[in-house]
């Protein structure tokens, strides 16, 4: 199966998933990864803004945000900033109709420790297929101190995924 026959697949999935389904998702996945020596010993971490069928990471965001550096990234053009968060009244609309903080971009991705990364699929290894844009596929190069963790719901989870050369695996993958 090709990559956009899988994203269909995978869309499908999770448009099954009830709204019951989807809070109970996020927050085993959000909990396992808190509960995480990876997490706990991070400081500076990019996470996402979660879409509509994505694990809703807008509540661990807004948790953690007084305590540790969390970043979102803003696409511009195709290439991604990334930006400190600094509440929702800081997002606005941004490519794509996603939420995007409105602040100065950092140009140190060094600092950066932990990066939560979306994706349509993954599997227990580490692989991941994104959407499409190559967006992450371009970004995570740039963030080699950090750890990097995928998150999904139970249903995005393959024995396989097409892999490319320029993929870059996960560390660690929570599902739920």
Partial sequence: ??????RKVIQKRKKNLSKEERIASSMEVFKALEASPIFQNATHLLCYWSLFDELDTH???NKYCKNKSIYLPRVVGDEVEIVPYCGEASMEKGAFGIMEPNGSAISNYNEIDLVIVPGVAFTTDGYRMGRGGGY?????PLLANATKVGVAYKCQMLNQVPIEPHDVKMDQVFWG
């Fill in 1 to 6: 199966m090709d990559k956009n026959e899988l």
């Fill in 136 to 140: 992450y596929d371009r970004l995570l």
């Fill in 59 to 61: 509540y661990f965001v």
